[in-house]
């Protein structure tokens, strides 16, 4: 069977308890007859000193009436004998008629002989089965003799018995008072615990809508926070997850499709080389034409496939290096000028940037190719075409202006998606999959950027920036 938290806190908390008052009850017990007969001694102690300073101020003129008056005033006795163990005077009047000292009496001095001799005084003590205590202090008189103080305490027993029943009794409210005080603060302790272990217990169930709230200010409420951050954090993780694992079905769709039509051109066309060959060899050539463009256009999607999946592995895979924008810019002019020989559009650039920047120029240089590319393929055949770099809150803009037709603001977001386009009735031969703009998207957030659109009065600005 579990044990919740709670009981355990409850059961050490009971057990601490009761170990401590069984131990001061035990400790009490052991040592109440020392503690009795050590508090006697030292009143007895102070009365001897005294009864001898008083017989002292009389010149040692013992009057019974004296020593009355002394031991009535302090519940004592008061026995004054010689050497020879004689009475010289006493309270006692048994003592008095008997002439010298009894018993019990003459067995106190002889057990504190030693201390006699040594320091003039000794303590004598007997508990004994009649519930009595009685206690001697003895003092010895240079040239007089010995000084007895007696002292009976009636009831010890019974009055300590009494006093353990009262601790016992304290001892039971106490451990009461302590259990509801332990349920108490037990469930205070618990009720945050129980709250977070809820919550993560729907966390479990990927279920990140759950909060924990812990309304204490301690380590209890961080844990709490701890633990709402994370259940942010894995629901953000999920669902981009969740994104991703869908982006790659639809990866993985459009390639089939984009690929299907290749491979059926190929096929069909290997399949009737063996007849052309024999029956219409001058075709054969334009079959080998076709099966050879059909499978450059497979390999430049496979290749600009593996562009993407490069650049979505991050900033690592960079080659980052310190360059100026301008040496850029006469790469992509030059690339230009010779995949596009025979256009009759106008081709400018300008760069705004005064010093050198860093990132992968090669990849940004791609980035921008694409761009180009796209806004040749879009824009007016005749129309401008300008490349604008520059920097703004320490990043760099690259944009590229096409003249023509705008893109539809709800297809903005949609075009940097691998395989997406806008005109879904382009045909085959402008070899276009969709990609491109997917790998400047990736390029730049490889580089700590994004990508950005804008639809202006006389055509398309698309762009994307870089942290510098």
């Not at 050490?12 to 508090?39: D, K």
């Not at 002889?110 to 508990?127: C, H, I, P, R, V």
């Not at 969740?242 to 299907?260: F, G, P, Y």
């Not at 075709?283 to 993407?308: A, F, G």
Request: with cysteine; glycine share 8%; aromatic share 8%.
């Amino acid at each position: 069977m579990k044990k919740t938290l709670r009981a355990k806190y409850i059961s050490a908390g009971c057990l601490i308890i009761v170990g401590f008052l069984s131990f001061l009850l035990v400790t009490a017990r052991i040592l109440q007859n020392t503690f009795v007969e050590r508090w006697n001694q030292k009143q007895m102690e102070v009365l001897a000193e005294e009864v001898i300073g008083e017989i002292e101020s009389k010149d040692w003129n013992l009057a019974n009436v004296d020593l009355d008056t002394m031991a009535f005033e302090n519940n004592i006795s008061v026995t004054v004998a010689d050497d020879s163990f004689n009475i010289l005077s006493s309270t006692r009047a048994h003592e008095v008629a008997r002439g010298t000292l009894g018993n019990k009496s003459m067995k106190a001095i002889g057990e504190n002989e030693k201390a006699l001799d040594n320091t003039g005084k000794g303590f004598y003590s007997d508990f004994d089965d009649d519930n009595k205590a009685s206690f001697i202090q003895i003092n010895k008189i240079k040239g007089y003799g010995y000084l007895l103080i007696r002292k009976s305490v009636t009831g010890v027993n019974a009055s300590m018995f009494v006093m353990e029943i009262c601790f016992a009794i304290a001892a039971g409210v106490t451990l009461l008072g302590s259990i509801l005080m332990l349920i108490w603060l037990t469930g205070k302790m618990v009720r945050p615990i129980r709250e977070i272990n809820r919550v993560t217990g729907q966390i479990a169930k990927l279920n990140f809508d759950e909060k924990a709230v812990v309304e204490s200010e301690d380590e209890l409420r961080e844990l709490a926070q701890s633990v709402n951050v994370m259940s942010d954090r894995l629901k953000e993780t999920m669902e981009s997850l969740t994104q991703d694992v869908e982006n790659r079905k639809a990866l993985v769709r459009n390639m089939a499709h984009e690929l299907k039509t290749p491979i059926a051109v190929i096929m069909g066309y290997a399949e009737n080389m063996s007849y052309i060959s024999k029956k219409q060899p001058e075709k054969l050539d334009k079959y080998c034409t076709v099966i050879s463009n059909e499978c450059e256009r497979m390999d430049n999607l496979i290749r600009q496939m593996l562009e993407v999946s490069a650049y979505e592995a991050g900033g690592d895979a960079l080659n980052r290096t310190e360059f100026f924008v301008k040496d850029l810019l006469e790469g992509v002019r030059r690339w230009y000028e010779d995949e596009f020989p025979e256009r009759k559009g106008i081709y400018k650039e300008a760069d705004e940037t005064a010093k050198k920047i860093r990132g992968d120029s090669q990849v940004l240089q791609t980035g921008l190719y694409n761009l180009v590319k796209n806004a040749v393929r879009y824009g007016n055949p005749d129309g401008l075409i300008f490349i604008h770099v520059w920097e703004e809150a320490e990043q760099i803009y690259f944009s590229v202006f096409n003249e023509g037709k705008g893109i539809p603001v709800q297809e903005q977001e949609k075009i940097w998606d691998v395989f997406y386009k806008v005109d879904a009735a382009r045909t085959r031969d402008e070899k276009s999959f969709g990609v491109g703009l997917s790998i400047v998207k990736q390029a730049a957030i490889a580089h700590g950027g994004g990508v950005f659109v804008k639809n202006l009065d006389n055509g398309v600005e698309v762009g994307f920036f870089i942290k510098n």
